[in-house]
């Protein structure tokens, strides 16, 4: 039976991609994420919180609710970021998606998708072990620069309705947000901005500053598998602080990985 609710799912996928949903004939994919899985992530991340993981590398709690969000200052290293740039720096790049299907104005950035070599695949199964799923959930990386002025708007992670990957592959019950690069001397600006996270010293949200190596990882989804619109951020822009600085500004890199509700299938 599993077979082929696969083969149905995956022909779903096809007609939606193809631009033929057929939603008379295969439904929308469905939005919530297992609870076996939504509730392993939420474990794993109130457990590196509250230091009962045993994790070789510290984690800070950033906030607890209505989502646990955890910043991991030392989750790359120097030479695994060298590798990383060094492969990418030849890399054909292209819009980010939003910038291309949809409206530029609310994603401005460049993107590269990387789904073959040693550190793809040491990186995916460390992300899926971060949330306490094996690495095959995990989806390839994807690179996403940022020049000044460059920005992605308040978004979620999540699949929408319309995601035909969602037939496959499932919902994204989590994120790790890796920086690659710390915001550059010559630049304000470039922040990850949470504007649901808010308190009496952040009325506005909570925004996190870009530290080179350092990560933020978060549910998606509730603990039992519902999207969480609350998990909402925006890339904001850089901003040059001196315009004769322009030209030479350098960029804004970061690294999402994004884990799945089922396995990844479109990965060697």
Partial sequence: MQGEADVWNALACMCAAAGRPHEEVFGQPPMTASQIHSQAVWQALNQLADGSAGQSFPAVSVASSPFPLLWLPQWLAEEEIT???LEAKDAFWNPSPLATHGDAAVRSSES???SSGPWVQRLRGRA????????????????VRYSPG??????????????????????????????????????VGGCTHFPHLTSRKQQEGLRIVPVKGAACAWPNVSVNGM?????????????????EDAEDAAQKIA????????????VA
Avoid at 131 to 139: D, R, S, T
Avoid at 255 to 266: A, E, H, K, S, Y
């Fill in 128 to 143: 899926a072990a971060l949330v306490g799923l094996a690495p095959q959930y995990a989806e390839p990386p994807q690179l």
């Fill in 227 to 243: 999207p969480l619109m609350e998990t909402e951020h925006a890339a904001e822009p850089l901003q040059v602080k001196r315009a």
């Fill in 150 to 187: 460059q920005l992605y708007k308040p978004h979620v992670d999540w699949g929408h309705g319309g995601d035909a990957s969602l037939f496959i592959a499932g919902q994204r019950v989590a994120t790790v947000l890796v920086y690659l690069t710390d915001i550059p001397q010559s630049c």
């Fill in 255 to 266: 690294l999402n990985l994004w884990i799945r509700d089922r396995p990844v299938p479109w």
């Fill in 83 to 85: 590798e990383i740039l």
């Fill in 112 to 114: 590269l998708v990387l």
